[in-house]
């Protein structure tokens, strides 16, 4: 009895500093998160801004009005809002279109492709530029957004296919049956069965596309060559001086401006992200 006593009186302390342990690492994932962003909101809005996190003497606008100019904000922002509009289109309409076959027919080949296409997302983008912007020379598609947009998408398509063959797996194969029972083509059932379905999984392959796109540097650094042309991503550096000097303030700003797309995308869509599949009452009857 004195032994069971302690040995219940030990596992409560136990499981309490494992808890205690667990909210502490948890607290300090978030710290490192937020001080990052905390930062990025104090320095848009004081006028001598450093790498301290610090709240401003005399808060300031000075920093957005230096920004918000054609050359350095409207004119970027277009371009990135263009090459990346245009590289998600892409990417979800042949992922769609990809995915669909991959997840209602079965064969011996599905897997090995499925693992192919898995492969070709671990190749890092570096290795593959040099080919790549030899073939642009040659087909006359160097520092252009379409020939950019053409290989972003293409870059981003293996992981799409991966994402979307997994929400279209979810949609049950019963409801197809009866659209094409009604006379429906394998296209119409895509795109006015399926897809309206699993709208919240479209929503995330979406999202997810569009967020990589929009923070890759390195495709349209090497692609585009007029200074009229390059996205926002790109002309971050001219926040970066000679000699190691940065304009702090106005790289927090222009942060903050480059990031408000993003977040305006997953606002408008958070909505069919949080509905989940409408599945339950139509397969009912």
Same mark, same amino acid.
Request: hydrophobic residues 50%.
């Given at each position: &009895?004195? @032994?069971?006593?302690?040995?219940?009186?030990? /596992?409560?302390?136990?499981?309490?500093? #494992?808890?205690? $342990?667990?909210?502490?690492?948890?607290?300090?994932?978030?710290?490192?998160?937020?001080?990052?962003?905390?930062?990025?909101?104090?320095?848009?809005?004081?006028?001598? $801004?450093?790498?301290?996190?610090?709240?401003? =003497?005399?808060?300031?606008?000075?920093?957005?009005?230096?920004?918000?100019?054609?050359?350095?904000?409207?004119?970027?922002?277009?371009?990135?809002?263009?090459?990346? #509009?245009?590289?998600?289109?892409?990417?979800?309409?042949?992922?769609?279109?990809? =995915?669909?076959?991959?997840?209602?027919?079965?064969?011996?080949?599905?897997?090995?492709?499925?693992?192919?296409?898995?492969?070709?997302?671990?190749?890092?983008?570096?290795?593959?530029? %040099?080919?790549?912007?030899?073939?642009? %020379?040659? !087909?006359?598609?160097?520092?252009?957004?379409?020939?950019?947009?053409?290989?972003?998408?293409?870059?981003?398509?293996?992981?799409?296919?991966?994402? &979307?063959?997994?929400?279209?797996?979810?949609?049950?194969?019963?409801?197809?049956? $009866? *659209?094409?029972?009604? #006379? =429906?083509?394998?296209?119409?059932?895509?795109?006015?069965? !399926? /897809?309206?379905?699993?709208?919240?999984?479209?929503? !995330?392959?979406?999202?997810?596309?569009?967020?990589?796109?929009?923070?890759?540097?390195?495709?349209?650094? &090497?692609?585009?060559?007029?200074?009229?042309?390059?996205? *926002?991503?790109?002309?971050?550096?001219?926040?970066?001086?000679?000699?190691? @000097? !940065?304009?702090?303030?106005?790289?927090? $700003?222009?942060?903050?401006?480059?990031?408000?797309?993003?977040?305006?995308?997953? %606002?408008?869509?958070?909505?069919?992200?949080?509905?989940?599949?409408?599945?339950?009452? =139509? %397969?009912? #009857?």
């Amino acid at each position: &009895m004195p @032994s069971s006593r302690v040995g219940g009186g030990r /596992l409560p302390n136990r499981h309490r500093r #494992g808890r205690l $342990a667990a909210d502490g690492a948890l607290l300090l994932t978030a710290a490192a998160f937020a001080l990052p962003l905390l930062w990025l909101v104090l320095a848009s809005v004081d006028g001598e $801004a450093d790498l301290r996190v610090r709240a401003p =003497a005399s808060p300031t606008t000075d920093n957005y009005a230096a920004v918000l100019t054609d050359e350095i904000t409207f004119t970027p922002m277009l371009n990135s809002l263009i090459l990346c #509009g245009g590289a998600t289109l892409l990417t979800v309409v042949c992922a769609a279109l990809a =995915a669909y076959p991959l997840s209602r027919y079965r064969s011996r080949l599905t897997r090995p492709y499925l693992l192919t296409i898995l492969f070709t997302t671990c190749l890092p983008i570096t290795a593959v530029m %040099v080919p790549v912007y030899g073939l642009f %020379v040659q !087909v006359d598609l160097v520092d252009t957004l379409h020939g950019t947009a053409l290989f972003l998408a293409t870059s981003q398509l293996p992981f799409s296919i991966w994402l &979307m063959k997994n929400f279209m797996d979810g949609v049950p194969t019963v409801l197809e049956e $009866a *659209a094409r029972t009604d #006379g =429906a083509s394998g296209l119409q059932t895509l795109t006015r069965v !399926v /897809l309206p379905l699993m709208g919240p999984g479209l929503a !995330v392959v979406t999202i997810y596309t569009f967020i990589q796109l929009w923070g890759n540097f390195f495709v349209p650094f &090497m692609l585009l060559l007029t200074p009229e042309q390059l996205p *926002a991503s790109v002309s971050v550096f001219t926040f970066f001086g000679n000699y190691g @000097s !940065v304009i702090y303030g106005q790289l927090a $700003a222009f942060s903050i401006l480059y990031s408000a797309p993003v977040l305006v995308l997953y %606002v408008l869509i958070s909505r069919r992200l949080g509905g989940g599949f409408a599945l339950g009452g =139509a %397969v009912k #009857g």
